[in-house]
Nanobody, 120 residues
Framework: QVQPVESGGGLVQAGGSLRLSCAAS????????MGWYRQAPGKQRELVAA???????NYAHSVKGRFTISRDNARNTVYLQMNSLKFEDTAVYYC??????????????WGKGTLVTVSS
Protein backbone atom coordinates (compact mmCIF):
# COMPACT_ATOMS: atom_id res chain seq x y z
CA GLN A 1 0.00 0.00 0.00
CA VAL A 2 1.14 3.55 -0.74
CA GLN A 3 0.04 6.63 1.15
CA PRO A 4 0.94 10.24 0.35
CA VAL A 5 0.69 12.44 3.44
CA GLU A 6 0.37 16.21 3.18
CA SER A 7 1.42 18.80 5.74
CA GLY A 8 1.87 22.55 5.98
CA GLY A 9 -1.63 23.91 5.54
CA GLY A 10 -3.11 26.55 7.78
CA LEU A 11 -4.48 30.06 8.07
CA VAL A 12 -2.61 32.94 6.47
CA GLN A 13 -3.40 36.53 5.59
CA ALA A 14 -3.68 37.63 1.99
CA GLY A 15 -0.23 38.41 0.62
CA GLY A 16 1.40 35.86 2.89
CA SER A 17 3.17 32.58 2.16
CA LEU A 18 2.83 28.91 3.00
CA ARG A 19 4.83 25.83 2.09
CA LEU A 20 3.09 22.51 1.63
CA SER A 21 4.88 19.18 1.77
CA CYS A 22 3.79 15.71 0.70
CA ALA A 23 5.73 12.54 1.40
CA ALA A 24 4.83 9.24 -0.23
CA SER A 25 5.59 6.09 1.73
CA UNK A 26 4.91 2.38 1.46
CA UNK A 27 5.74 -0.30 -1.08
CA UNK A 28 7.41 2.03 -3.57
CA UNK A 29 9.66 1.07 -6.44
CA UNK A 30 9.60 4.50 -8.04
CA UNK A 31 7.61 7.72 -7.90
CA UNK A 32 6.83 9.18 -11.30
CA UNK A 33 4.85 12.40 -11.65
CA MET A 34 3.72 14.22 -8.51
CA GLY A 35 1.27 17.04 -8.28
CA TRP A 36 -0.88 19.31 -6.20
CA TYR A 37 -4.60 19.75 -6.75
CA ARG A 38 -7.09 21.86 -4.85
CA GLN A 39 -10.80 21.91 -4.25
CA ALA A 40 -12.63 24.97 -3.02
CA PRO A 41 -16.12 24.72 -1.50
CA GLY A 42 -18.71 24.13 -4.21
CA LYS A 43 -16.10 23.74 -6.94
CA GLN A 44 -14.46 20.87 -8.75
CA ARG A 45 -10.99 19.67 -7.93
CA GLU A 46 -8.42 21.36 -10.16
CA LEU A 47 -4.74 20.94 -10.95
CA VAL A 48 -2.50 23.51 -9.29
CA ALA A 49 0.95 22.28 -10.28
CA ALA A 50 2.71 19.10 -11.33
CA UNK A 51 6.28 17.91 -11.67
CA UNK A 52 7.78 14.91 -13.43
CA UNK A 53 10.54 12.75 -12.00
CA UNK A 54 12.93 14.65 -14.29
CA UNK A 55 11.84 18.03 -12.93
CA UNK A 56 9.59 19.30 -15.71
CA UNK A 57 6.88 21.48 -14.19
CA ASN A 58 3.40 22.57 -15.17
CA TYR A 59 1.25 25.22 -13.46
CA ALA A 60 -2.31 26.39 -13.54
CA HIS A 61 -2.53 29.87 -15.08
CA SER A 62 -3.97 31.27 -11.87
CA VAL A 63 -0.87 30.43 -9.81
CA LYS A 64 1.94 31.02 -12.30
CA GLY A 65 4.55 33.36 -10.88
CA ARG A 66 3.25 32.91 -7.31
CA PHE A 67 3.58 29.16 -6.62
CA THR A 68 6.61 26.94 -7.10
CA ILE A 69 6.56 23.14 -7.13
CA SER A 70 9.68 21.14 -6.38
CA ARG A 71 10.55 17.62 -5.28
CA ASP A 72 13.14 15.57 -3.45
CA ASN A 73 13.35 12.24 -5.25
CA ALA A 74 15.44 10.63 -2.52
CA ARG A 75 12.67 11.33 0.00
CA ASN A 76 9.71 10.75 -2.38
CA THR A 77 8.54 14.20 -1.35
CA VAL A 78 6.97 17.05 -3.27
CA TYR A 79 6.70 20.65 -2.09
CA LEU A 80 4.53 23.59 -3.02
CA GLN A 81 5.81 27.03 -2.10
CA MET A 82 2.89 29.44 -2.20
CA ASN A 83 3.63 33.17 -2.18
CA SER A 84 1.42 36.23 -2.58
CA LEU A 85 -1.57 34.20 -1.48
CA LYS A 86 -5.02 35.44 -2.40
CA PHE A 87 -8.42 34.83 -0.83
CA GLU A 88 -9.34 32.72 -3.87
CA ASP A 89 -6.49 30.31 -3.09
CA THR A 90 -8.53 29.08 -0.13
CA ALA A 91 -9.15 25.35 -0.64
CA VAL A 92 -8.26 21.87 0.45
CA TYR A 93 -4.99 21.00 -1.24
CA TYR A 94 -4.44 17.39 -2.27
CA CYS A 95 -1.23 15.64 -3.20
CA UNK A 96 -1.22 13.16 -6.05
CA UNK A 97 1.62 10.75 -6.72
CA UNK A 98 1.94 8.31 -9.59
CA UNK A 99 3.76 5.37 -8.07
CA UNK A 100 5.18 2.13 -9.39
CA UNK A 101 5.04 -0.33 -6.50
CA UNK A 102 7.56 -3.03 -5.70
CA UNK A 103 5.26 -5.47 -7.49
CA UNK A 104 5.53 -3.22 -10.60
CA UNK A 105 1.96 -2.01 -10.43
CA UNK A 106 1.55 1.65 -11.42
CA UNK A 107 -1.28 3.86 -10.31
CA UNK A 108 -1.97 7.32 -8.92
CA UNK A 109 -2.47 7.74 -5.18
CA TRP A 110 -4.17 10.62 -3.41
CA GLY A 111 -3.41 12.14 -0.05
CA LYS A 112 -6.21 13.07 2.34
CA GLY A 113 -5.70 16.79 1.84
CA THR A 114 -4.60 19.79 3.86
CA LEU A 115 -6.69 22.94 4.31
CA VAL A 116 -5.32 26.31 3.26
CA THR A 117 -7.35 29.30 4.37
CA VAL A 118 -6.43 32.78 3.18
CA SER A 119 -8.05 35.65 5.04
CA SER A 120 -8.74 38.85 3.15
Amino acid sequence: QVQPVESGGGLVQAGGSLRLSCAASGSIFSVNAMGWYRQAPGKQRELVAAITSGGTTNYAHSVKGRFTISRDNARNTVYLQMNSLKFEDTAVYYCNAEVTTRTYYTMAYWGKGTLVTVSS
